[in-house]
């Protein structure tokens, strides 16, 4: 990735600013997430990396441990919002469309590293999308969280279990772990599973048991319960 000099921009989220000198309604965004710069002649790239280029990567990875997404939904971007956390928007799903945003916290703007762990955290939730107002289960947040570590070490960073930060999440980590563990073909399994019921939350005990058999009853309760 070609990399330069450090400068600022800034892009709206959807409120006016009322003020040239004020900052409210706007996010300070890191260059190298926003800002496609050519590569010059004589390089293997046309681009630097964005936070698009970087989408397309991050849900090529996903795909290719746990299936290709739901194309009856139609993903309208990535973008930065007022917001204590990541999530799927569902721009669309009060107008009988399925569009989906994937939104990023404002910090994640200024933090490549925690833009890419939101990323792919959120691009599982973009594989098959639950609608909103449903619960997760604990088997698609820990994927969820599971494959953003592995994605963001993909990407060359150093990254362990205690960037989660959130207990929660935390534990729905460490229940894949322990799936993986017990059932260590898991990905292939969870791309057969979303073929299957269409979802990787919603399930029972039982269906998610008869997809990865070597579990135990245990893991698979814990696994489909409501995240």
Request: charged content about 20%; aromatic content about 10%.
């Amino acid at each position: 990735m070609k990399l330069w000099k450090t400068v600022i921009m800034a892009a709206t989220l959807g409120m006016t600013v009322q003020n040239a000198s004020a900052d409210a309604g706007m996010v300070h965004v890191s260059p190298k997430l926003a800002l496609a710069q050519p590569c010059g002649s004589g390089s293997s790239c046309a681009f630097t990396w964005t936070l698009a280029t970087r989408y397309g990567v991050a849900l090529r990875f996903a795909e290719e441990r746990y299936g290709r997404r739901d194309l009856s939904w139609t993903l309208l971007g990535v973008d930065f919002a007022q917001l204590d956390a990541p999530q799927i928007f569902y721009a669309g799903a009060y107008d009988n469309r399925k569009d989906i945003v994937i939104q990023l916290t404002p910090r994640a703007a200024r933090d490549e590293m925690r833009a890419l762990f939101q990323l792919s955290h959120e691009v599982i939730h973009t594989l098959s999308p639950i609608g909103p107002g449903a619960s997760p289960s604990v088997l698609e947040e820990g994927i969820a969280t599971y494959n953003s570590l592995d994605y963001v070490r993909d990407a060359g960073f150093d990254i362990g279990p205690t960037y989660i930060g959130a207990e929660r999440y935390e534990d729905a980590y460490w229940a894949i772990v322990e799936l993986e563990a017990k059932q260590p073909d898991f990905q292939r399994r969870t791309a057969a599973l979303r073929a299957n019921y269409g979802s990787l939350s919603g399930l029972s005990p039982a269906q998610i048991l008869r997809s990865y058999p070597s579990i135990g009853p245990s893991l698979a309760q814990r696994l489909a319960r409501n995240f």
